[in-house]
């Protein structure tokens, strides 16, 4: 044994130093960037008769994996985002609704996040725009709803889930304070906001191509969400008038702003070895792109179905499509995959990594079955069918190969197959997770476990997801 050890230290030793170097640089950068309220049917790469412009998109789509089939955990913001960062289903903490400003944080810090993961694994980790997951401010309730006071101090924010840098704000209605690290520093118009954020942003990409470590950023913007403010720079723009012409300007920026990301990395040599993937937290607020059936909120698919590209140079054809269905909660899972790494038993519950499909190696499916939620209820999707699920009780049986627009009740019809997909989701809730391993507990009583052990919830928190 003692042999086999110095053995192993002797070959250790003896590589050559390039060959160690290159395993450093081998970790790619890894950027996320997410719209608010972007709609499926907005990119025309994903719909070749939308009026909106959003260049950046198509163009990265050409440059690496356009995927069809991809869904946010819930259909509203703030369980999205939990997903993302959690690889956990919202569902399993009852958050079901939207937090703010002075809403307590919902991911207690002995939680493992993909941030704190890859802090741990020697990345520098940076949260740059819109956090929406709860700080606990150190005054209480320092300002307004709408404004917080410079120099007001938070804990229990991005800094203590694993982002060693944050610079954002709380959400989308108090946009115009600005926060960095653990204060407030300033305090804007809401149409100065995300200049800020994404003049940050590339400043950030500027500095870390200077350094060794690779980084993770993580850029949850304001566009295509209310407030609409669109800078001077980009009124106009969309080459859309009228009434609708504000709206896709603000889209036309925030593609923009994906596009000042690409440019930074490109300038700074770091292009071809970023993971980088844009997509979208729920559709868009009170426009369905049909044929998808409703939009932001809805458990149908205009509520959760995301435009999702990945792109990876060398790694992920460029030009390619994925149909496989998959879920923003796969980052963290992806990101442990890239890295060669194990997960914890009690993280990521409910992430699959998609490496195998971005590298185009699948030979199935890449997850068992999805689970989709709205503040109505969930839905479990697998292969084409998709069974949603009120806190009513009623259900509802879809097949979306043949009926993407969500027509067609086959419930009655197809009770064998509701019969199963019930089945498997009182398992994924019933062991705390979705993926092989250890049961976890959840730290809400959902409605749809076993009905002889389990009490239906009053609901909690914010029962109006937005
Ligand atoms: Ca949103």
Redesign the pocket.
Known sequence: MMKQAILLCIVFLCQPLDVLAKTENERPNIVFILF??MGYGQPPSYRADSPFKTPNIDHLAKQGMLFTDAHSAAA??TP?RYGVLTGRYPCRIGQFGVLKTYSAPIIPKRRLTVASFLKGRGYHTACIGKWHLGMKWVDGMPGTEKQLPIGARLIDGPNALGFDYFYGFTHARNIGSIIEQDRVVANVKGVENQPLMIGKAVNYIEERSREKKPFFLYFPMCPP?SPIVPAAEFVGKSGITGKEGKYADWVYQGDHMLGQIMDALKRTGQEKNTLMIATG??GAARRPYPPLREA?SSIYEGGHREPFVARWPGKINAGSVNHDVICLNDLFATCADILGDDLPPDAAEDSVSILPGLLGETTGPIREATIHQAPAGLAIRQGPWKLVMYRNGNRELYNLKDDISETRDRSKTNREVAGRLEKLMESYIDRGRSTPGPVQKNEFELPFGNPGTKKRNKKKNHPKGK
Do not use: G, M, V
Request: proline share 0%; net charge negative; glycine share 0%.
């Open positions: 608010d309220d509203n913001c999205t969400h937290d729920n932001k």
